[in-house]
Structures are given as structure tokens and as C-alpha cells.
């Protein structure tokens, strides 16, 4: 029996965080969530494609204004283009995300069951967790707020415990029962973690909620006013932008606190649905050791990587030949442009590493050398005292900005694909294996009018070559 | 008091050295000599360096085919242009490259003295070498075959010892005295090594000798005739080929044997003169972390490199950021297309690492992304399914050969410098910023007609890309 529209439950996916400990793969400015980390899609298409089919509406995606091509790009890919995705001027924390997710969809339809989730954890047992998902909705639609307790496997301290308290009456679905949350306890020291593990009461708290928006909303209302009233305000003042929803410049007054901080903690409501289904917040290298399939001697290893009397090692490259002698306990990361080695039990220290990073200026902290852009992206490949080369790739259908540069002059040189180049006046159809000359202040614009991606080589000359040096004249994007 | 000519010392530096244990740095194509590793210079420019002055005649240089660009514009960008290169048509060990240096020089003046070294050792105090050099030499003109046996400081097990004898009379010069040799230890296990450095009699053997080319041409006629005849038939058929003396084919019927096998072992004129300046054989990263200058935590770092909570590590990076944290004796060497990360103490296993590398097919085992050309260098900078880019570097006055490809066409763009470039019957003067088309099947040539190095970008299309796809026309350097 099909769901009923109404009965469906929406997906709130926050796509918000910047995974830091996992540097130097994720960084702020392809962060976490959109790498395939755990699984062969990225982590936001596969926590979509969890949420996806017959008992659910299209998600709603959180996420900010830098990553909203590349949030619409993945959804796209995996099926998902009919996700709303909503835009915050600034991030403001989860219950802000949150309230303001409960809002749009709450206006309309208090009733209307969220399951709100991050963008970024794994999840092993998809059937596991959407039949602990079955209770708390039913816990959800009594009125409750229900989250997900974890069983722990191991004493981790990275994680907030939830302690069970009694059996809620009704709260039973798919084998699963809700129970009231006795209290929230942080992240714990060793020892308390290890006395909770043992305790058999305690529950990894995995930061999903199922509630109606009308609940949260009240809720809200009563635990976090001034964090709902900035998010109605920018709800309301709301544009509609390239298909976004962005959230006016209210949302700003939003106090920056967690879901957890401004509701969780205070409401009389929270319920939880103890369950097993492989779930981790991957948020250190380490976890994903954890997760990860090893070989025989405990290597876990992704890329073209080879292993000599090595043993419980995490080791990834993303294209560089990558060695390792005789290491234990070791993580070894390797991108294109930063490479990390790090011992196994200290893969939280990465986040410091990144602080000390930028404290000392380096770009690397926080970009990829590959920068995605809404009509593609490009990646530098080489440079010199007066030149850089880089490689561009257009999406079929997409076209840069009309603009001009007052520093450098540039040669293009088609590889793969067609190129409508617009030249001054001209208008020049580029094959493969051909080129145009850009010369110092002409201006300019490159399209893909072609089925299939367009690559082309670019050099640049000149002696600043400094991506602030373009002037846009017109934009399909909205940035002229 | 300058040195008569007939006195001055011949350096016979060996540079026929892959350097494996150094991976990835160190590769057949462009080993370790060829690296700056323990200085500024490369080990080849300071080993040359060493010897050089008035004290010494300009040195003789023996090393491989595939190495003698390389060789020469180390040791002309040294100021060494003097120097004899000899090439091997194929390695024969040291005891044939000796031989071939011996005859060389001592058919015309059997009394010169030979300081033979390998052109990929490390030495903190060249005064205190050239010293012993100096009673050396004293023996070396009474006959005998002098070694360097350097005082111990560890109880290295990657070496050969020499147990020290009597005192030499006469074999006194610079505070030094030469002693007769007791007898030679192959590299000994770690207790004999530690019983050996507590003894105080035992010295490391270091591999350079000091002998008169007569001395040594007698000995090897005595102890390996079949290396010595092989050498001298290789001498007798040298062609000078663009100012290198190219030994002939004969050398390569030469046993391939150690010096210290062939004749050290044997010889009953062997003395060694007990020294400690400071020398290492940089064999491997550990002996590479021991000579350099460490942080408080005791961390050798070289390039973009970040420490947290590092401890005794050897780090080196080529240019990619590396970050390392919370890691005890690890070495981490990066480079564009290859990372090693290994227990310091397991740094003798790099060898094999390498050979598994060799078998599983890996050019970056054996090669290095730039290459070296006798006009200048190339290096891939990027690569797709129908095009690659590379960056090519064309030295003042340099040519490549007249050539075509039946696979690809090029584009060329100019980045720095000026070039000439042939094609078919046109011949085009390109400046910076200036491009050419080379179509598929045309006729073309590269030049620099500059006095600065030519950069440009190579953007290559076609259905085959390989090195081999090059018809050599005309080639200034003897390779059409």
C-alpha cells in the first residue's frame, strides 16, 4: 500500500559542517560530506539515497551559499533534483538549520513528520535503521521527538551518550521500541565512557531527530525563541534564486547553539529508539578505520597503495603512488596537493593541525587545489614565475561569465568536447585539438553548447594571475 | 707552494649508483648522486667539489650511458667542465670502472695517484678528509693501496669494517699515520658490529682508496686479470663521442666484482688510514635523519613540512604540504608522484619495497615524473583519456631533434623565453605568450636561441601518447 502524500515523511539533511578532522581530504571548501568516504556515493547522496522512495517526500538540504552548486550537482547525479535546497547567509548552528527547515515545512503542514539528520555519517544496515526509523515516527506523530540511541560497541569518547529511561506506551513499530530519555550526558572522559558501555544503559546519541515541524515548532517556541524567530524571519524573507531557497538576511540573529543545547536537553518530549544499524558519525580518521574493510593484517587501504609489514594502518591516496614500510597504527592520507601521516590514536589532533595550518596562512588548510564552480571547475596543474596552466571542465549545457582580465592574456586549447568561444565580437566554434588566443583585455566567454563535458587546457600569462583579477560583465550565475 | 701538475692528485669519482634505499627520491632514471640530500649541492657536485682545487688534477667521472647529460651539466653548473666523463656501455661493479679509470690515466703516467670515491657519500669535514688525504697519498707513493677507515661512532651493521694493523713506518703526513690492514669484515651482524665499535681496533670502510694507477693496474693484473684485460680492451676501444669517452664494447666482458673482492681482500699492500671526518654512505633515510641538523623533538625536515607531537622523524617534502602528528621514528619522504612513509628503523627494507614495486609494474619505481633530456627536461603536468600536457624546459642553445609523430598533433605555447620552431618548410620565431599548431604527421624541430631557459606548455591530442611515437629525422645529439 502506497504512503499517502501527506503520511510521507520529508528528510531534513544538515549539510553544514566542514568535517575538519578529516583534513586534508575534506576542507572547508569541499568539505566531508561531499567526498565518497564510506561508500561509493558521497556521504550527502548516500544519506539522501536512505531517505529516498516511496515513504518520503524530496529532502530538504540545509546547507551554505559557497556549496550550493555542488549540493544541487550531487543531488542531481544521484536522482534527487527535486530536493529543496535551503541557503543560510551564515551558519548558525543546528537548531537554526532546524527551526528554520520546521518552517518552511510547518506553515503549511504542521502534522508533517522531519527526519532531520546530518549529511556526513555511514550507516551499514539500511533496513535496521529505517525499521528503528518506523518507531520513532510513530513516536513523532504521538507528539514526542524521537532520536536514535546506538548501541555502543566500544568506549569512544567522541561521541554524546543518551541514557534510556522507561518504555513509552504505543511506541512500538518493526520490532522497535521508543523509550523516554532519562538525560543527555556530553562526550565522556575514558573512564565514564567505559562505565557506560558496561552499564548496558547508555546510548551513542547520533544527532537524528524525528519529529512533526508542528512539535518542533512548539517546542522551539518555548526552549529557543529568539533561535525561531530568526529563523521564521528569514524564512519570510525568503528569495527564490536559481531554484535555492535562500533564507533572508534575519536568519543572521540566530544564536549560534546546538539542536541538542537548545531543545534536547530542555524538552519533556525527548523519546529514543535504541538500535543497531552500523552507524558512525565518521568523524576522525580513525572511525573510518573502524568502519573500513582491512586486509589480513589490518590494513585498511584505498588507492593505488602498497603495504610492507605494515599492520593497522588507514591508508588513502587520491592518485599518488603511495608506500608504507613497516607502520603500525598509522594514518596516511595523500591528495594531490597535501599529505597527512598520523598515528591512529590521535586522529582527533587533526582539527589543531588545521587551526596551526591556517594560523600560518596555508591555502591547503582550506581549498583543494580542484575548485568547483556552478557551470564546472578547475584545477591548477602548473605554474611559473609568469604563468599558470590550469585544467577547465564545462558542463554540457554551461557557459562561464562574460568577462575580461587586466594582467593576463590566455591561450585555450580544446582536449575533449566542443567550445563556443565569444571573442570581442566574435563568436568561434572550438573542436577538439583546436585553440584560440585571448589577448590582455579582450573580453571573453566560454560555453559548452556539447552532449558530453567539455575539457580544455588553459595557460595563462602575464604577471598577476590572481583568480581576483576577472571582471564580469554578465553572469547566467548572478555573480557580474 | 703550488702542486707540479705530475703530483696532483687524479679524483676517479664512481657515480654507476642507483641509490635504491632512498626511493622515491632515488630511482635508476635519476638516482641519488644526482639529488641535493646531505647540502646544497647534489651528492655529485659536493663529492667533486671535495676534490677539487690545487691539489688536484681535474677528476675522471665514470658512470652510465643513460646518465651522461646529467653528469656533465651537474659538474658544468659546478664549475668542473674539465672533467673526464667515462661511460660504461653496461655496469661491471667497481672493480671494472676502477680498472678503466686506472688504465686511462696510467697508460700515459702510471705514477699519478688515484683518490677513487663514490660520487653519493657525505662528508661533514672536508679539511679533516683532505688530511688523511695527505698520509693517503704518502702511502699510496710508497706503493701501497690506502683506505679511509672511519672511526666508528654507532655500531652500524650497514657497513664493512677494516681491523687496523700495524703502523705503516714513513706513513706519517698531517697528523695522520697510515697502518697496515689486519683484515676486512664484511658487514657484521648487530653484536659483532657492537664488539667491533667497543674493540677500538675496527674502522669502517668507507670505499674510497687512494693508490697510484701503477700500483693498481699491477694489483688487478695480479689478483683479477679478467677485469683488468676486459677494462683495457674497453680503453683501447674508447671513442670520444661529444667530448665523453665512451669505453668499448669489450668492458663489457669484465666480471662484475667488487674492488674489495677483486683485489682489497687479496692484496697484500692494503693500509688504511684511521680518520673521523665526519663521512656517512647516506645509504638509507635512517643514515640520512643521523647527519641532519634536527628540531628540539628530534625531527629532520625538509620542504612544506608541519610538525604536532612529531618525535625523531625524517621528514621531506619536494613541494606538497606535509603534515605529520603524534608520529615516533618515522621517515615520510614526498615527492609529486610518489610517498614513502617507513619505520625509521626499517629504512633497509625500502630495497625491497622497490623491487615490489619493479614487479607490480609501477614506473614510479624505476622513473621519475620530469625527465631528463641532453636539451633539458620535460614533465607531465596532466593527463586525460585523448590528451596530456606537459612542461617542457629547453636550456640556452639547446635543440631537440627533427622529428614526427604519427599519433598526435601539439599545440605549443610559450611561457618563458623565446623559441624557433620548424615546421615543414616554415621556420617561426614564437615569443612568450606565442603559440604554434603542430598537426598530426608535420615535420618540426625545437630550439632556444636564447640565453634564458624556454618554458613552454606541450597540450598533446590523440588516440596514442606514448614516448615511443617519435620519428627521429636529425638529432644534434647522436639519438636519430
Known amino acids: 500500500m502506497p504512503t499517502a502524500p501527506a503520511d510521507r515523511i520529508v528528510p531534513v539533511i544538515l549539510s553544514g559542517g566542514t568535517g575538519t578532522r578529516l583534513w586534508p581530504l575534506s576542507r572547508e571548501g569541499y568539505p566531508k560530506q561531499f ?81 532531520i539528520m546530518a549529511a556526513d555519517a555511514a550507516v551499514a544496515d539500511v533496513p535496521g535503521l529505517l525499521a528503528a526509523l518506523a518507531a520513532a515516527a510513530v513516536a513523532a506523530r504521538a507528539g514526542r521527538i524521537a532520536t536514535f540511541g546506538i548501541r555502543p560497541t566500544r568506549p569512544e569518547t567522541g561521541y554524546g551518550y543518551i541514557e534510556a529511561g522507561a518504555a513509552l506506551p504505543g511506541g512500538e513499530a518493526a520490532g522497535h521500541a521508543a523509550r ?135 591508508v588513502r591516496s587520491e592518485g599518488i603512488l603511495t608506500a608504507v614500510v613497516g607502520l603500525e597504527d598509522v594514518v596516511l592520507v595523500v591528495t594531490d596537493d597535501a599529505v597527512l601521516a598520523c598515528h591512529r590514536e590521535r586522529a582527533q589532533e587533526v582539527k589543531q593541525l588545521v587551526e596551526k595550518l591556517k594560523a600560518e596562512g596555508r591555502k591547503e588548510a582550506t581549498e583543494h587545489r580542484r575548485v568547483y564552480r ?47 568561444v565569444e571573442r570581442d565580437k566574435e563568436r568561434i566554434l572550438l573542436r577538439e585539438n583546436e585553440s584560440v588566443y585571448l589577448p590582455l583585455g579582450c573580453v571573453h566567454r566560454l560555453e559548452n553548447p556539447g552532449m558530453i563535458p567539455l575539457t580544455l587546457i588553459e595557460v595563462q600569462s602575464g604577471p598577476y594571475l590572481g583568480e581576483d583579477d576577472i571582471v564580469r560583465i554578465e553572469d547566467t550565475y548572478g555573480r557580474a
Open 180 to 314: 523516554a530519555v532519562a538525560r543527555f550526558v556530553e562526550k565522556p572522559d575514558a573512564a565514564t565512557a567505559a562505565a557506560m558501555v558496561e552499564g548496558g544503559r547508555h546510548l551513542w546519541n547520533s544527532g537524528m531527530f524525528v519529529a512533526t515541524a508542528g512539535t518542533l515548532l512548539a517546542e522551539l517556541a518555548t526552549h529557543a525563541p529568539q533561535v525561531l524567530a530568526a529563523a521564521k524571519d528569514g524564512v519570510a524573507g525568503a528569495a527564490r534564486d536559481l531554484g535555492f531557497v535562500r533564507l533572508g538576511a534575519g536568519f543572521a540573529e540566530a544564536p549560534s547553539i546546538s539542536i541538542d543545547h537548545a531543545v534536547m536537553e530542555r524538552t519533556a518530549l525527548a523519546a529514543v529508539v535504541p538500535c543497531d544499524p552500523g552507524w558512525s558519525d565518521v568523524g576522525s580518521w580513525d572511525s573510518l578505520w573502524e568502519i573500513a574493510a582491512k586486509d589480513a593484517d589490518g590494513n585498511a587501504t584505498a588507492g593505488p597503495v602498497t603495504t610492507l609489514g605494515a599492520r593497522n594502518c588507514f
Open 35 to 115: 567526498w565518497p568516504l564510506a561508500a561509493a556515493g558521497t556521504m550527502l547522496q548516500e544519506t539522501a539515497a536512505r531517505a529516498a522512495g516511496p515513504l518520503f517526500a524530496p529532502p530538504v538540504v540545509v546547507c551554505g551559499e559557497a556549496h550550493r552548486f555542488l549540493v544541487a550537482e550531487q543531488l542531481r547525479e544521484a536522482g534527487l533534483a527535486e530536493a529543496r535546497i535551503v541557503l543560510e547567509p551564515v551558519a548558525r548552528n543546528s537548531a537554526a538549520a532546524i527551526a528554520a527547515a520546521a518552517a518552511l515545512v510547518g506553515e503549511a503542514a504542521p502534522e508533517t513528520v522531519l527526519w
Open 374 to 420: 556552478p557551470w564546472g571547475s578547475y584545477e591548477g596543474v602548473a605554474h611559473g614565475a609568469r604563468f599558470q596552466v590550469k585544467r577547465i571542465v564545462v558542463r554540457p549545457g554551461a557557459k562561464l561569465s562574460l568577462q575580461k582580465h587586466y594582467h593576463r592574456a590566455e591561450h585555450w586549447v580544446v582536449v575533449a568536447g566542443t567550445a563556443i
